[in-house]
């Protein structure tokens, strides 16, 4: 399976940015829809944004337009450029293929946004 490793998450303020990377091995990602996840103290792991290998997005309602998705297959990276964070965007992240492998969660990183 592939293996993914998360990092760049920080303690920000509101309104910084942050930008997320996604280190995959063991397989080439390049043909896989590749997803960012989030995770909150005491509640469910939720979509946060995918993309296709061809570059086509998706994105959850409550970080559309502040958040973005990129990737480089040849580098078998993924990415996720935060702007305008929020208190509420504190999670820790991860990325996965979509649909998710469970063999394939990481560690993720952890993001906090202060007030």
């Known amino acids: 399976q592939v293996q993914l490793v998360e990092s760049g998450g920080g303690l920000v303020q509101a309104g910084e940015s942050l930008r997320l990377s996604c280190a995959a091995s063991?397989?080439?990602?390049?043909?896989?829809?590749m997803g960012w996840f989030r995770q909150a103290p005491g509640k469910e792991r939720d979509f946060v944004a995918d993309?296709?290998?061809?570059?086509?997005?998706n994105y959850a309602d409550s970080v559309k337009g502040r958040f973005t998705i990129s990737r480089n297959n040849a580098a078998n990276m993924v990415y996720l450029q935060m702007n305008s964070l929020k208190p509420e965007d504190t999670a820790v992240y991860y990325c996965?293929?979509?649909?998710?492998?469970?063999?394939?969660w990481g560690q993720g990183t952890q993001v906090t946004v202060s007030s």
């Open positions: 993309i296709s290998w061809g570059g086509t997005t």
């Open positions: 996965n293929i979509m649909p998710p492998d469970f063999r394939s």
């Open positions: 063991g397989r080439t990602i390049r043909l896989y829809r």
